[in-house]
């Protein structure tokens, strides 16, 4: 391979550059006619755009965003604070397409492109014009946060309307959104509030009825059932010891035959200290009071009468007596014994009550913790609640209204600048081209590189 054909350029491999690069003015010599062919097409195209060119023009306003008012000691907000990923959602549905199309409907946009163009195209045109973005903060732990809304249009005063409108949404979706979240929150606990009150209701029945079935077993009682016994058993033994005298003296009565008259005044004693002891423990109307009142009145008839036919009718009629008040006394024995086993069943099953009494307390404390924790919630919220309808929560509020603005985003001066550069560019970059393509000889260091052999000499340019 010739040399020519490893560079046919004549490009320095120290260094890369082409040759022409370094004789501009032969280059323009060479080229001037597609220059300037293409930098009048460039002016023209400029001159066109430009004079098509419709100018936009954008307006901001801005929205102050601010925690809650009132110290958090004194009221607990129910609802989340206003952060970056609160607000993009918030963002998120100003941006909807409802909202949007209503807003197109309000201000009468698009007016020319309204009968042809789908609605959906409008909204997202208009859509593509909007930006909202949070501006820096200088303080890293600051309580508020603002946040701009700009919208760009082709008429100031549309853009600045808009701009305003979409910062109003803005606050009224903040506000709309508050009190919707501390709307439900407080109806969700007082959801909660009546769940546990009907559990601790239903709890306090199942104590009641538990109470009734169990009356008289309950460990509250079990004093009253001791002392109870303890009565009983007292009772008990003092009848025990009357029906063993009233049999002793049935024997005495029937081996010594003594005389019914002294007999009659021995038991008139003895049902005398008898009717004593039953009014210490009694009333005067206890049933044993009364028999023992009668037997006495009975036996006084007998022994101021002196007898009733002899002394063997006086011994019978007494032997009888005696007979029928010990059966009297057996009889109220078994009463006793009777009582004594129901009280004695009571204290026995008192202890294994007593512990599912405890359990059901203690379930029903457990909910009434529920239930006043619930209540207090309710009342916290039912406080957010007022907090966010007074508008002392977190609010968010228009800090700056935007403004008309007076000048285009990209002005026609900007454009036809812009225009002007790139024809320039767009001449260079066809001459560069057409060297590339059609390389000529530019200089002797150029011809040298591509020749094997010296140059001997050079001749002057002979115009």
């Known amino acids: 391979m010739s040399r020519e054909e490893q560079d046919p350029w ?10 022409f690069l370094f004789d501009p003015a032969g280059v323009a010599r060479r080229r001037w006619l597609p220059v300037v062919i293409c930098f009048v097409i460039g002016v023209m195209a400029t001159v066109g755009v430009t004079y098509a060119w419709k100018p936009t023009y954008v307006a901001l306003s801005t929205v102050l ?60 045109e208009m859509r593509s014009n909007i930006e909202a973005y949070p501006l820096p903060s200088h303080s890293k732990r600051a309580s508020s946060i603002v946040f701009a809304i700009s919208y760009e ?53 199942l104590i009641s009825e538990f109470r009734r079935e169990h009356r008289g077993n309950l460990p509250g009682e079990l004093e009253t059932n001791l002392r109870k016994l303890d009565l009983l058993t007292s009772r008990r033994e003092s009848i025990t010891d009357q029906v063993a005298e009233k049999q002793n003296r049935l024997l005495e009565i029937a081996s010594t035959g003594a ?62 007596s005696e007979r029928r008040e010990i059966a009297r006394l057996q009889g109220t024995l078994a009463k006793i014994d009777e009582d004594v086993a129901i009280v004695n069943e009571r204290i026995d099953a008192t202890p ?14 457990v909910l009434r913790d529920d239930y006043l924790s619930s209540l207090r919630k309710v009342e916290e919220a039912e406080l957010a609640e007022s907090l966010e309808s007074a508008h002392q929560g977190g609010q968010v509020s228009v800090l700056d209204e935007a403004s008309r603005p007076s000048s285009p985003v990209r002005p026609r001066w900007m454009i036809a600048l812009i225009g002007f550069a790139a024809s320039i560019a767009l001449a260079l970059g066809i ?4 060297e590339l393509i059609d390389p000529v000889v530019a200089t002797a260091r150029h011809l040298e590189n591509l020749s094997e052999g010296p140059i001997l000499g050079t001749l002057p340019h002979i115009g």
Do not use: C, W, Y
Request: aromatic letters at 2%.
């Open 259 to 320: 005389a019914v008259p002294s007999e009659s005044r021995v038991l008139l004693e003895e049902l005398q200290r008898q009717l004593a002891r039953e009014l210490a423990a009694h009333t005067d109307e206890h049933p044993n009071v009364i028999a023992l009142r009668e037997r006495i009145v009975r036996l006084n008839e007998v022994v101021a009468s002196g007898g009733l036919g002899g002394e063997n009718s006086q011994m019978n009629i007494v032997l009888a």
């Open 153 to 205: 249009s082709e008429k100031p005063a549309e853009a600045a309307d808009i701009a305003n409108a979409l910062a109003a949404l803005f606050v009224e979706s903040s506000i709309s959104r508050r009190n919707r979240q501390a709307q439900r929150t407080t109806a969700f606990l007082r959801q909660e509030l009546r769940r546990d009150e009907d559990e601790l209701r239903e709890q306090g029945r």
């Open 352 to 365: 294994g009550i007593a512990e599912q009494l405890t359990a059901l307390e203690q379930k029903e404390g």
């Open 65 to 124: 965003i601010t925690s809650q008012q009132i110290p958090r000691e004194f009221v607990k907000s129910t609802v989340q604070e206003d952060t970056l990923s609160n607000i993009n959602a918030m963002i998120g549905k100003i941006l909807s397409t409802q909202n949007l199309s209503n807003l197109i409907d309000a201000r009468d946009l698009f007016q020319a492109q309204r009968e042809t163009t789908p609605r959906i195209a409008l909204v997202n």
């Open 431 to 434: 001459a560069v081209l057409l």
């Open 10 to 19: 004549g490009e320095e491999e120290s260094l890369g550059i082409p040759e």
